[in-house]
């Protein structure tokens, strides 16, 4: 079953999670509505790409308002595809929602088991990964493209979450819109790291399509990561939708040649539950 469903125009509900969690926002936005003009036309949030500051900090208060989750409690990251990921307290929020430069600096996750916090990260094709353990409370966030993929960040997040109480076998997973294998096609290069964490792995994540050219299945990737760090299988759920086929929906940095915007992938408590 399909865990994201449309909410409204500007984003899509984890609803498979808040039906089972009232106190919980969670979700993905599309790039519909907004202020944002030229490449960026549309819901953009991302401060770094070019587009003009004032439209992005008017697009996400529209999407605050949206999901009723003011911007003063949002927190965002500088995104470097590394694997750093940061526990994120109360006396963090406001960090990075309206100002890039005042962002966590090289994180491409964030952890909590606070209320009141919205964690978000920016996305154009990456994989979205989105944790809940409904018995300690803790929810993750974090940002895996190929880069972070391989180097390990969903393995790093079920680490601080055991640190912190969790048995992996309870920990929930969800892996959200981000390219799909027939528009993510990539090199030799890539695949090496790839194989590199997929000894003794039967069904591999990729296709050889030509020569030193091979279609790249993220999702699969990830989904067979988290089994590895101990997640049940039936634990996790992956959307069908796909960052570059869906256009509709979305921005995508490899359909748009690089010059596009950037959707966001939210998760926090609510305050007053």
Not at 34 to 50: E, R
């Amino acid at each position: 079953m399909e865990p994201f469903i449309m909410n409204h125009n500007e984003s899509f509900a984890l609803k498979s999670w808040m039906d089972h969690q009232p106190a919980l926002v969670a979700g993905f936005s599309t790039k519909t509505g907004g202020v944002s003009t030229g490449h960026y036309a549309g819901l953009n949030f991302g401060f770094h790409v070019g587009d003009d500051e004032h439209s992005v900090c008017q697009n996400r208060s529209i999407l605050a308002q949206k999901i009723g989750f003011s911007l003063d409690s949002w927190v965002g990251a500088e995104q470097t595809h590394e694997t750093h990921i940061q526990r994120v307290k109360g006396g963090h929020r406001g960090k990075g929602a309206d100002r890039y430069d005042a962002s966590f600096r090289q994180t491409d996750g964030f952890y909590t088991d606070e209320k009141g916090v919205l964690l978000t990260l920016c996305f154009a094709d990456c994989v979205p990964l989105y944790f809940l353990d409904p018995n300690t409370g803790f929810i993750g966030l974090a940002h895996a493209g190929w880069k972070g993929t391989v180097g390990g960040i969903g393995k790093e997040m079920v680490s601080n979450f055991e640190q912190d109480g969790s048995n992996p076998e309870d920990i929930l997973a969800v892996i959200g819109p981000s390219i799909c294998e027939k528009c993510y096609i990539v090199d030799n290069r890539v695949i090496a790291f790839v194989e590199k964490i997929l000894e003794g792995v039967e069904q591999k994540p990729y296709n050889q399509i030509s020569e030193g050219q091979y279609s790249l299945d993220l999702k699969m990737l990830n989904k067979q990561i988290l089994m590895d760090s101990g997640l049940r299988e039936e634990n996790i759920q992956a959307t069908d939708y796909c960052t570059s086929c869906d256009s509709e929906y979305f921005y995508s940095h490899r359909r748009d040649n690089g010059t596009t915007g950037r959707m966001i992938a939210f998760l926090g408590w609510k305050e007053d539950y």
